[in-house]
């Protein structure tokens, strides 16, 4: 319990109009969160999985109209719609706060409310920020309790005075209808009002609704910054570590890269990867003036399917013991799971994501999946075998480079280096990526994802590039040299042109490399792209040609994706209207002149 009287009377409000049976606040202490799974458990709400093979774990179904992010009902609710600017959806504060209040009036009648303390980032860090989530869920607690730290040591480091900030956090199952489904942030009242969701980023509001949407927002107000991007430490076989930090959309490949394994003989020089964060980074100035990374979460909600031995072996360590695993598939012959991509035997007597007791095999076979294709893990991070030694640093770690990346079969070449800071901006803002299962709606359209956060900017992006403008001229030239990388080109029949995963290690490198100026490159239009002899392509199943292939900028194509009249970055600029700043519209005539 706290003695912070603004705790206490916006507590006392929650509960005024939630109406609440029973309100009770979460200590940190392993016994209450105990008692809580067995309460889970006893209701149904989770299944124990098995206790030896998965200790501690457990599986939670949530309802079939309630597995992703719902874009369309995130709101940004600034007192001006110029600030929510024109790619967030948009209503003015007092309208919204006025038809949340009808909804959550009386919405946790006979529920229990749970009170959630919780730090982004390591209790006492500089940089770390407190938030307080109410939820009527057991589940969110626990996922909370694993993604973040919660307890009586956050209510410490709050402490009484009634000045001090912390992000008000509300969350209502209620009856989960997506009709009434709304997931809205007040960036100006440092507030999230979640209702009708029980799912994932819906709900675990430290995730994207904290850490990315107001922590923007903070962020810009405060001259740091809030990004979707996962952190990694590179070792060289001298023992060096140098920190990179890559956003990319979503179900793009964050937690992949974040836990790679690097190719055997690069591993028997003697590199390693250490993971800081799997999708989140807050960036703050040093006090040497270098850019500085910590990840504001504890845990990995990461996505089930594909995650195999092969290709993440460290995430799938991670998920070992005390995970809660969602929506994927059962395995009831050993009350285990499992997952599409895990390995190649589907559980015969399997019960799917939705609940259905299948012969796995055949389901598939008739074109179903087991799991569901956004199904989930929630890890605690210190299960992951390559964590770093500085995931706990309160200080975070220094940024050498910041990759961006899309999934695009065709345009993005495997890497390229943007020219310096204003033009990395400007590659981070023309991103593109083909939609994932991570949000509700169409798979597989190519949408705009400026530097991966279309969907978690908490102001206007326009406003958002000014401010890494801003950021890059206070680094000066200690800012991170900015890239640009796509390992999911395809060939004319859909195949992957790159082996990706652990082989992305070879890509690395040569980022590293161009950050230390060891080696050259070619400049082209979009900026500069490896000479084909600097990747390392030792035992891949690949010709020096066909790398060159995947390195080679087609500027008629690229023309096209400038001048695209629905989809074109030109067309997608000019929305932003007057917010756009010069610099962007300057890079932009750069880059049209140098394809022409
Ligand atoms: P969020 O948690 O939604 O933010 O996703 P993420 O960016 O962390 O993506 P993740 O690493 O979970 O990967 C998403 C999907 O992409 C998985 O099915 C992976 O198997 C697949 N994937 C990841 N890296 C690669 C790669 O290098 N090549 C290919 N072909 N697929 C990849
Ligand atoms: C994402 O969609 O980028 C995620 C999953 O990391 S969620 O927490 O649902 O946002
Ligand atoms: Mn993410």
């Known amino acids: 319990m706290t003695k912070n009287a603004t705790v206490l009377a916006w507590l006392d409000e929650m509960v005024a109009m939630c109406k609440p049976a029973k309100v009770t606040w979460i200590t940190g202490d392993e016994?209450?969160?105990?008692?809580?799974?067995?309460?889970?458990?006893?209701?149904?709400?989770?299944?124990?999985?098995?206790?030896?093979?998965?200790?501690?774990?457990?599986?939670?179904?949530?309802?079939?109209?309630?597995v992703a992010r719902v874009e369309d009902r995130t709101f940004i609710c600034t007192p001006t719609e110029v600030e929510a600017g024109p790619i967030n959806n948009w209503m003015a504060p007092d309208e919204m706060y006025a038809k949340l209040t009808a909804l959550y009036t009386g919405s946790m009648e006979g529920r229990e409310m749970y009170v959630i303390p919780y730090s982004m980032g390591p209790v006492g860090s500089p940089f770390s920020k407190i938030g307080i989530e109410l939820t009527d869920s057991i589940y969110v607690v626990l996922n909370m309790a694993i993604m973040t730290r919660v307890g009586n040591a956050v209510l410490n480091a709050l402490g009484d005075d009634p000045d001090a900030e912390f992000v008000k956090c509300l969350h209502a199952k209620k009856d989960v209808n997506p009709e009434e489904r709304y997931i809205v942030q007040f960036p100006q009242d440092n507030t999230i009002w979640s209702i009708n969701s029980a799912y994932g980023g819906n709900v675990l509001l430290g995730k994207k609704c904290f850490a990315l949407r107001i922590a923007s927002y903070l962020g810009r107000n405060q001259g740091w910054m809030a990004e979707h991007m996962l952190i990694l430490g590179l070792e060289n076989p001298q023992g060096e570590v140098k920190y990179i930090c890559a956003a990319f959309?979503?179900?793009?490949?964050?937690?992949?890269?974040?836990?790679?394994?690097?190719?055997?003989?690069?591993?028997?020089?003697?590199?390693?990867?250490?993971?800081?964060?799997?999708?989140?980074?807050?960036?703050?100035?040093?006090?040497?003036?270098?850019?500085?990374?910590?990840?504001?979460?504890?845990?990995?909600?990461?996505?089930?399917?594909?995650?195999?031995?092969?290709?993440?072996?460290?995430?799938?360590?991670?998920?070992?013991?005390?995970?809660?695993?969602?929506?994927?598939?059962?395995?009831?012959?050993?009350?285990?799971?499992?997952?599409?991509?895990?390995?190649?035997?589907?559980?015969?007597?399997?019960?799917?994501?939705?609940?259905?007791?299948?012969?796995?095999?055949?389901?598939?076979?008739?074109?179903n999946n087991l799991a569901h294709p956004n199904s989930r893990f929630t890890a605690p991070a210190v299960n992951c075998p390559c964590i770093s030694p500085e995931f706990e640093n309160p200080q975070g770690v220094p940024v050498s480079a910041i990759v961006f990346g899309g999934r695009r079969?065709?345009?993005?070449?495997?890497?390229?280096?943007?020219?310096?800071?204003?033009?990395?901006?400007?590659?981070?803002?023309?991103?593109?990526?083909?939609?994932?299962?991570?949000?509700?709606?169409?798979?597989?359209?190519?949408?705009?994802?400026?530097?991966?956060?279309?969907?978690?900017?908490?102001?206007?992006?326009?406003?958002?590039?000014?401010?890494?403008?801003?950021?890059?001229?206070?680094?000066?030239?200690?800012?991170?040299?900015?890239?640009?990388?796509?390992?999911?080109?395809?060939?004319?029949?859909?195949?992957?042109?790159?082996?990706?995963?652990g082989d992305n290690m070879r890509v690395?490198?040569?980022?590293?490399?161009?950050?230390?100026?060891?080696?050259?490159?070619?400049?082209?239009?979009?900026?500069?792209?490896?000479?084909?002899?600097?990747?390392?392509?030792?035992?891949?199943?690949?010709?020096?040609?066909?790398?060159?292939?995947?390195?080679?900028?087609?500027?008629?194509?690229?023309?096209?994706?400038?001048?695209?009249?629905?989809?074109?970055?030109?067309?997608?600029?000019?929305?932003?209207?007057?917010?756009?700043?010069?610099?962007?519209?300057?890079?932009?005539?750069?880059?049209?002149?140098?394809?022409?």
């Open 508 to 596: 690395l490198l040569w980022i590293l490399d161009r950050c230390d100026g060891k080696v050259d490159a070619d400049e082209v239009a979009i900026g500069y792209v490896p000479k084909a002899e600097d990747i390392d392509i030792t035992g891949l199943d690949m010709t020096k040609d066909q790398l060159k292939d995947l390195l080679t900028v087609d500027n008629a194509e690229w023309l096209k994706d400038v001048e695209d009249p629905q989809t074109g970055i030109k067309q997608y600029f000019a929305q932003f209207g007057d917010q756009l700043p010069t610099e962007m519209a300057q890079e932009l005539d750069k880059l049209i002149s140098n394809l022409k």
């Open 249 to 367: 959309p979503s179900a793009c490949g964050k937690t992949n890269l974040a836990m790679l394994i690097p190719p055997e003989y690069l591993r028997e020089k003697g590199y390693k990867v250490w993971t800081v964060g799997d999708d989140i980074s807050w960036l703050n100035i040093g006090p040497d003036g270098r850019l500085y990374a910590i990840n504001p979460e504890a845990g990995f909600f990461g996505v089930a399917p594909g995650t195999s031995p092969k290709t993440n072996f460290n995430a799938l360590e991670s998920t070992k013991r005390g995970t809660i695993f969602t929506n994927v598939a059962i395995n009831n012959a050993d009350n285990t799971v499992w997952w599409e991509g895990l390995d190649k035997n589907p559980p015969v007597d399997a019960t799917e994501w939705t609940g259905k007791k299948v012969n796995g095999p055949a389901y598939i076979a008739e074109g």
């Open 31 to 66: 016994a209450q969160l105990e008692k809580l799974r067995e309460e889970a458990v006893a209701t149904g709400e989770m299944i124990k999985l098995n206790e030896e093979k998965l200790p501690g774990c457990y599986y939670h179904r949530t309802a079939v109209n309630d």
């Open 409 to 501: 079969a065709k345009c993005a070449p495997l890497v390229y280096q943007s020219r310096d800071w204003q033009h990395g901006t400007f590659v981070g803002a023309i991103m593109a990526s083909e939609t994932t299962a991570a949000a509700a709606g169409a798979v597989g359209v190519v949408r705009r994802d400026p530097m991966a956060m279309k969907p978690f900017v908490g102001y206007n992006m326009a406003q958002y590039w000014g401010h890494w403008l801003e950021m890059g001229k206070k680094l000066g030239d200690k800012a991170p040299k900015i890239f640009h990388v796509n390992w999911f080109r395809k060939d004319d029949d859909g195949n992957f042109l790159w082996p990706g995963f």
